[in-house]
């Protein structure tokens, strides 16, 4: 016994396509509706009957009189025109199981491959399997062959429905079941093959029953249909069975197949209409996106070129916020629209050439190369905007540090000046002793060095203002105001400090008496003590560093400072030894002191003070160091960070590139192995992104950490950024050429071997491996290829395969030509025939007729598109087909 249980589905590809789809599989489970079986059982009965009265028999139960295989392998024969082996005519059960087994390897020999069908079963009586066996006989000999508009089996027996039933109200055929209940779909397709059986305008969509037995009954009784179906069956089923309607279906379009010829020709014109119909659709999209691309362009390009700056960092900052928003949000949608852009550009076109249209010309200014023209200048003032935001945020943050520098030495300076203009002007000289002139000489001398000591600061205060005015900083005019009060302050310090020279030095000739101790202290306390006030000065100044190596320097000098102090203790504990020596000598001589030194106005105390004060501000500036130092340690860090990562995706990036355009040579397989290919590795680089957003993160840190150079790589951003669009670009209009050659073949019929071929001689001459061959080679290619060549035939294959005069032909180009020259296409006088064909031999065409044959909309548009016919036979609302078909093929205006 043959065994049937396969693990595949029930039916497979059959010679002529797989002529069921999946959801049509043989299913055990749906006929436990009680409904379906019912209506499965007459309907299938029915067909039988209709092949095996041919023979002189009949069935009347059908899971009964199959089981001794005899009518069964009748059926068959009938239905195939073809001889089974002899049958057995035993009445046991061996003899009848042998009969079923010959019919099922017969219908296995036509490549049928049953599911849980084995003869045991049918000779059992088993009513599932007997109908699922049926049924796989209707689809195989009365439902596989059915093709409209190369679909096939149920689809096409669907598409040939919806064709017949479109122009009657009321019918909407989408499927095998509940389009059918109201039978109108079944009226109208009698009445569209025979008008004269029915009178369809009488039918009532609220009448489903009437309309059922009518189409069953003029079926049966003019078109040698058998009545398959109940009309109350069909009405009182929620859902009726499909495969009861398609097998009834079929038999309406092998009874009016006659019709066909027209039908053939209606087709050919629809899919004319709809290529250029598509065409026009896909035009229209990319003016749009075209459009809509530029005008973003614009309107984002003088958002980059505005140098406006801002007055703080806090505006500058937010503006740094605002262009990476526009980086990570506003710009990707962008790359992806234009890519996409330059994708459905290259397949329109591939579509014009494979369907003999002439090229698409985009409107003016809206060519790929004007868009990517702006968008280069789109990435230019991107790149510019960027450069001038870091340079503003240096700029600001050097402003802010030098305005709080002028600020402090400014406020030390003024604490330093105050009331010294009162000093320099009092005349205490006047009614002083000698002792007390030559102690107020004295002190006036110490003043003056102090005064000497303090030009240095007032020169830096000057120099921090001109500074500040020249880095154009927001606040100049009370900084200069400021600054000049200081100056003018100083030159009137100078002038009252001669003057008073000049006067105790007047009155020096009277005065012979000086105390050394007192002198001497003046003398090492001034200098001393502007020392240590230079210190707490240094002490406290602010710093700014953006390397490890400034604060290493500033670190060293601080450290230099530190070892300077011992030194330092020492001048400290002399001058107070001198103080000592004054207080030892006054107690040893009873002398009475005024408590206060003639000389100076630094008291030991004073000096003291300030030790202390320079002691504590040691420690703290360590410790401002020491942070600072940990600060550009975390920087450098981010630099390496940031280098470690860069310099792995930078040279991954420009590897992927180069090997894109290797893969675009080398490929070797079927286009699809190569698609599948390039799809692979295009996921693969896909897959790589995370590695970017990486770098992206690290370069945020960066940017916020204010860091503005990295020594340890020699890729940006940018860089990384531009290269990985330019790879995702390369390997998306890669796939896009690949895709372009597969409808090429498709539509041009070329084999697989004719493929590998051209591209093995294109290959061959591509002595450049640029995917790009000139004129010289390309010559040569055309000559091993058999072509005898001369000038002016070269020459028009040139601006064939080149019409821009570029004089360079790449493989798309070729394989179009080739393909041009090996297979063939529709042309405008089949287009002319077919349409002849529907006016039935006349040079016109009417609306009516085009109505009648064609889909609603692709008759419209050729109605819209028609010029009158103006022949000497023309008659109203006569059209010319004849131009239009020339005009689709560019070679007229339409």
């Known amino acids: 016994m043959v065994d049937y249980h396969e693990t595949n589905s029930q039916l497979q590809q059959l010679n002529h396509g797989d002529y069921m789809q999946p959801e049509e599989d043989w299913d055990r489970d749906l006929l436990l509706d009680p409904a379906w079986e019912r209506q499965q059982r007459k309907t299938f009965t029915a067909w039988c009957n209709s092949h095996l009265r041919k023979a002189g ?15 069964l392998m009748l059926l068959l024969e009938v239905i195939s025109g073809e001889r089974l082996p002899k049958p057995e005519r035993g009445k046991m059960r061996v003899h009848k199981i042998n009969n079923v087994n010959k019919a099922l390897d017969f219908i296995a020999s036509k490549g049928v491959k049953l599911v849980s069908i084995g003869a045991e079963e049918i000779v059992d009586g088993n009513v599932k399997m007997t109908l699922g066996m049926i049924w796989t006989i209707i689809l195989r000999f009365a439902i596989q062959d059915i093709s409209v508009e190369e679909t096939s089996a149920k689809e096409g027996l669907l598409l040939w429905c919806q064709r017949k039933t479109a122009p009657y109200k009321n019918v909407n055929v989408q499927n095998f079941h509940i389009s059918w209940k109201d039978g109108l779909a079944f009226n109208a397709l009698i009445h569209r093959h025979r008008p004269e059986l029915i009178d369809y305008d009488k039918l009532r969509k609220d009448d489903p029953l009437t309309n059922l037995n009518n189409a069953f009954e003029v079926a049966e009784k003019y078109l040698d249909i058998p009545k398959m179906l109940d009309a109350e069956d069909i009405v009182g089923t929620l859902r009726p069975d499909e495969k009861a309607i398609m097998t009834y279906v079929s038999c309406y379009y092998h009874a009016f197949s006659g019709a066909q010829k ?5 087709n050919r ?14 035009m229209e999209d990319y003016e749009k996106l075209a459009s809509d691309l530029l005008e973003w362009i614009r309107q984002t390009k003088p958002w980059l070129e505005n140098r406006e700056p801002e007055k703080t960092m806090q505006a500058m900052q937010q503006k740094l916020e605002d262009f990476r928003d526009y980086r990570r949000v506003h710009k990707p949608p962008k790359v992806q629209e234009k890519c996409q852009l330059e994708i459905n550009f290259n397949t329109l076109q591939t579509k014009l050439r494979l369907s003999n249209r002439p090229a698409f010309m985009p409107s003016e200014g809206k060519m790929v190369s004007d868009i990517n023209n702006a968008w280069q200048g789109l990435e230019q003032a991107e790149k510019g ?28 300076h003024e604490d330093w000046t105050k009331d010294k203009e009162a000093m320099l002007t009092q005349k205490d000289y006047e009614t002083a002793t000698l002792a007390d002139i030559k102690a107020l000489l004295k002190k006036h001398e110490a003043f003056e060095s102090d005064l000497a000591a303090h030009q240095d600061r007032v020169e830096q205060i000057a120099a921090i203002a001109q500074e500040l005015n020249d880095l154009d900083y927001y606040d100049s005019p009370n900084v200069n105001a400021r600054c000049q009060t200081i100056c003018d302050h100083w030159d009137t310090l100078g002038s009252l400090t001669q003057s008073r020279r000049d006067a105790l030095e007047r009155t020096e000739k009277l005065q012979e008496t000086i105390d050394q101790l007192y002198l001497e202290y003046a003398k090492r306390a001034a200098p001393f003590n502007n020392w240590m006030e230079g210190a707490m000065e240094d002490l406290q100044d602010m710093f700014i560093v953006h390397t490890t190596e400034e604060i290493q320097g500033l670190i060293a000098a601080h450290e230099q400072f530190k070892a300077t102090l011992p030194d330092a203790d020492k001048e400290r504990e002399a001058i107070l030894g001198i103080h000592n020596e004054m207080m030892k000598i006054a107690q040893s001589y009873d002398i009475k002191l005024s408590g206060v030194n003639p000389y100076t106005s630094i008291t030991s105390e004073s000096i003291n003070d300030k030790w202390d004060k ?3 501000l040691v420690p703290a500036r360590d410790q401002a160091l020491q942070a600072e130092f940990n600060k550009q340690q975390s920087n450098e860090h981010l630099r390496e960070q940031f280098a470690s990562t860069a310099n792995i995706v930078g ?10 355009g290797r893969i675009s040579i080398e490929m070797h397989g079927t286009l699809e192995d190569q698609l599948n290919q390039l799809k692979q590795y295009e996921n693969s680089i896909i897959n790589y992104k995370p590695n970017i957003e990486k770098l992206e993160q690290d370069h945020q840190l960066i940017q916020e950490a204010l860091i503005f150079d990295n020594k340890h790589t020699n890729y940006t951003m940018e860089h990384i950024r531009v290269g990985w669009e330019q790879l995702l670009t390369t390997i998306a209009r890669t796939i896009n050429e690949v895709e372009n050659q597969i409808l090429t073949r498709d539509a041009k019929g070329i084999s697989q071997e004719q493929l590998n071929e051209f591209r093995s001689s294109f290959n061959h001459f591509d002595k450049k491996r640029t995917g790009l061959m000139d004129a010289d080679d390309f010559r040569a290619l055309l000559i091993s290829t058999g072509y005898s060549l001369g000038e002016a035939e070269f020459a028009r294959i040139m601006s064939v395969v080149a019409p821009n005069n570029t004089e360079e032909v790449s493989f798309q180009a070729f394989i ?28 016109y065409i009417t609306a009516e007729e085009l109505r009648r044959e064609l889909p609603p909309d692709q008759a419209e548009y050729c109605i819209a598109r028609m010029a009158p016919y103006r022949g000497a036979d023309a008659v109203p609302g006569a059209l010319d087909y004849m131009s239009f078909s020339t005009a689709l093929y560019g070679e007229s205006d339409l």
């Open 57 to 71: 028999t009949q069935i009347e139960v059908i899971e009964e009189d199959f089981r001794d295989g005899l009518k």
């Open 262 to 266: 027209a039908e053939t020709a209606a």
């Open 269 to 282: 014109i629809c899919k004319v209409l709809a290529v250029n119909q598509e065409n026009e659709h896909l």
């Open 385 to 412: 905007y960027e450069e001038w935001l870091l340079n503003e945020i240096r700029r600001l943050e050097r402003l802010d540090h030098l305005a709080e520098k002028f600020r402090q030495k400014a406020t030390i």
């Open 614 to 616: 320079v002691q504590q």
């Open 651 to 660: 040279p991954w990036i420009q590897t992927k590139m180069q090997e894109i």
């Open 816 to 843: 179009d030509f080739m393909s041009r020259e090996t297979t063939d296409t529709d042309t405008a006088e089949q287009v002319m025939a077919s349409f002849k064909i529907l006016a039935g031999d006349k040079s």
